[in-house]
């Protein structure tokens, strides 16, 4: 690779932007709510934890019904704690899969040994309200669906309000995996019925990793007490902790969670959902027009694209190679996605994170260079 005479774009940090669907670029004070040790049974601990829980519960307007029971892990933990406290061992998940983390979805059920059946879809998209409406009335075995609010796989937004409506008409309990949407996009529990909406710290809210949570209807986790086949899992059992005496039953993720704290007030700041989600679909709307202006074709049309990422297809240009595509925007301080399709050869770019819309114009201006650099002169694909 040739030498870079430009300087190397670094966050308020000093650390590289992570144009990637999480972890994610985080608030120089966020970072610094890490910097004090607090003992998990400690008071002050103890108070971040109840405003943590009860902020979560405050973006779903859902205090009045709805529970926040946090985890511990990966935002996979809390979807596999989801599945395995709320679906009953003689119950049956329908899940509704346009990528890998609905795949992800039945690949839990076969460990748990869990009936599931999948409707699939193609990665572009959407899946399909009428295709559910029909198999729920075919099927009266299925007692739960659950659905990917935004897939990352693709960036496809999937239509969770029509999904909730169809599955209330029919009686069932819906589960939304909201990992990648959670407090950029709506999931107001007073307008799209469902029974728990799983989210983790590191997304939208612009945390770090650590720590997932499920907020659940109180009545459906009343009604799933020994469901789930593991301890740590169970969240029906860290809930009941959780209300008798404000800890955790295992060692907490004290930094993540003071973190997260801090985190959400600033998520607060910038206006909630409407705030944050906002930005969000500001950056993305710059990031689509200035990478379609260097010849880049979106796999999604603008309808589908939720703002969260946005994947493009590969160039057939011989010069384009995106592992030194990759290399050399990480070495200007940029680092993006590969591609996880299996319908096209592509790349994505997060619009999530500490971002503002002149920090997604710098990442552009160093993609434009770096084409030049490796003599890249058609960014067309084989889609075009």
């Known amino acids: 690779m040739s030498d870079k005479t430009s300087a190397v774009a670094t966050s308020p940090s000093g650390d590289p932007w992570l144009l990637t669907p999480g972890p994610l670029t985080t608030s120089v004070t966020t970072k610094e709510a890490m910097l004090h040790d607090f003992g998990s049974r400690d008071k002050k601990f103890i108070e971040i934890n109840r405003r943590v829980r009860s902020s979560l519960l405050n973006i779903i307007n859902g205090q009045d019904d709805f529970v926040c029971v946090p985890l511990q892990g990966s935002g996979t933990f809390s979807v596999e704690a989801m599945l395995g406290t709320l679906v009953p061992r003689d119950g049956k998940l329908l899940i509704l899969v346009n ?81 990648s949407a959670f407090g ?32 659940i209807r109180r009545s459906a986790l009343e009604k799933a007490e020994g469901n789930a086949p593991s301890l ?103 680092l993006i996605y590969p591609g996880k399709l299996t319908v096209a050869d592509s790349f994505r770019v997060g619009c999530i994170g500490r971002m503002g819309n002149d920090d997604i114009r710098d990442a552009l201006v160093v993609i434009k260079e770096t084409l030049n650099e490796m003599g890249v002169t058609n960014c067309a694909s084989a889609a075009a």
């Open 99 to 179: 990528g890998a983390y609905g795949h992800r979805m039945a690949k839990i059920c076969k460990y748990y040994n869990r009936a599931n059946e999948i409707m699939e879809y193609p990665e572009d998209q959407p899946v399909s309200i009428s295709d559910l409406d029909a198999k729920l009335n075919e099927d009266k075995d299925i007692t739960h669906v659950a659905v990917i609010h935004c897939e990352t796989t693709s960036g496809v937004l999937n239509p969770i309000a029509g999904v909730a409506e169809i599955v209330e008409k029919h009686g069932r309990s819906l589960l939304i995996d909201s990992m």
């Open 232 to 334: 740590v899992l169970d969240l029906y059992d860290q809930w009941v902790q959780m209300e008798k005496t404000d800890q955790w039953r295992f060692t907490p993720p004290t930094h993540c969670i003071v973190a997260f704290d801090q985190a959400i007030r600033e998520f607060e700041e910038e206006g909630g959902v409407d705030g944050r989600g906002g930005r969000y679909a500001s950056n993305c709307k710059i990031l689509v027009d200035g990478m379609r202006a260097l010849g880049f074709q979106t796999l999604l049309p603008d309808h589908l694209q939720a703002p969260i990422i946005v994947t493009f297809h590969k160039p057939t240009d011989p010069k384009f190679d995106f592992q030194d595509f990759y290399d050399r925007l990480a070495e200007r301080g940029y």
């Open 184 to 215: 950029a996009l709506p999931v107001d529990s007073t307008k799209i019925r469902y029974d728990a909406v799983a989210a983790s710290s590191n997304k939208c809210l612009e945390g770090v990793p650590g720590m997932g949570f499920v907020l």
